[in-house]
């Protein structure tokens, strides 16, 4: 047996219990893996809330760090002792022990510590795939990042930097806008602020190429507005909300913008796209460029405090959950 969250029902933190679930042995092409840490991510909130469909029972959680401790029939790529990190589907990070596809994982390189890798797979990996393929960012580039204290955020601001961008960051409170400063933004708003005239001021007028929002409902509309002619964005959060339906003459009205909605689990679909995806992030991360902040550590058994933690935005950086 083994220990896990279980959610029976769409809801609140509460409906999260901890409790006992057989061990799963390991199928074709699946490992079974012994958890170290995990790490907790606003996509847990979306599946627990019911935003995003799944049948229930189920346990939470896309994102762990661990040990393999058994294979499954066919399984080449690894061998038992192997560190391995992943942040992907299917559902069930949040257990001390679980099965995952093996086509799923990453090996850890020596210097990444199964705290920093459940922080940062699912961040790290996002900011990755936004930063250099759904708009890739280049020297001169000036980029406006919301929730820039966050997990996804630091990493973004600090990896934009380093790729020669002017960043510009909005955050919700002045202690998260200095976290945010000393992590590579130029420039740091409130959210309370008038977004787009702060951005046309700090623009010259010019406007920005590329807005990342994750906070959804809330700033659509103002994003849209920061937008430079032929701007791009990329809406890849629901912190807020879900964004109302959109008028695409409004793209139109607003500069011919591109409007993408992208997903990491459409990013790192083919193995070799995860693989070269993670080999960037283990690298920016060894080499110093990208700092990975863990922080917030709860136990495992108290993942509905940690949510509540994350959704009342008390959160900065990174949070991970011990089993």
């Known amino acids: 047996m083994t220990q896990a969250i279980r959610v029976y029902t769409a809801g609140g933190p509460e409906v999260m219990v901890w409790e006992q679930v057989p061990t799963p042995d390991p199928g074709p092409g699946q490992v079974l893996i012994e958890h170290a840490a995990v790490g ?22 896309m994102e762990a760090a661990g040990t393999v401790v058994r294979l499954g029939p066919g399984v080449t790529d690894f061998v038992v002792g192997d560190r391995v990190a992943y942040s992907s589907m299917p559902l069930g990070a949040y257990a001390e022990r679980r099965v995952m596809p093996a086509d799923r994982l990453v090996r850890l390189p020596p210097g990444i510590s199964f705290e920093a890798a459940a922080g940062m797979m699912m961040t790290g990996l996002t900011a990755q795939y936004l930063l250099h393929r759904t708009y890739k960012v280049l020297p001169g580039d000036t980029v406006l ?69 994750s906070i959804g409902r809330d700033t659509f509309a103002a994003s849209l507005d920061c937008l430079a002619p032929l701007g791009t964005m990329v809406s890849y959060g629901n912190a807020s909300g879900p964004v109302p339906p959109v008028d695409l003459s409004v793209l139109a009205a607003k500069g011919s913008l591109f409007l993408t909605r992208p997903s990491l689990v459409t990013y790192t679909a083919k193995r070799s796209a995860l693989l070269a995806g993670a080999e960037d992030l283990f690298n920016v991360v060894q080499a110093g460029i990208v700092r990975i902040e863990i922080d917030q550590t709860f136990p495992l058994r108290e993942a509905a405090d940690a949510h509540r933690a994350l959704e009342s935005r008390k959160t900065t950086g990174s949070t991970i959950l011990i089993p």
């Open 145 to 213: 990042i919301y929730a820039a204290a966050g997990g996804v955020g630091l990493v973004m601001c600090q990896w934009a930097k380093h790729l020669g961008a002017t960043v510009i960051g909005v955050v919700s409170n002045p202690a998260k806008a200095a976290i945010a400063g000393n992590h590579g933004a130029d420039h740091v708003l409130l959210a309370n602020e008038d977004i787009a005239a702060r951005v046309r001021d700090i623009t010259g007028g010019a406007m920005v190429p590329v807005v990342y929002d």
């Open 40 to 61: 907790l991510n606003f996509i847990d909130v979306y599946f627990r809330s019911g935003l995003y469909k799944t049948p229930f029972p189920m346990t939470p959680g």
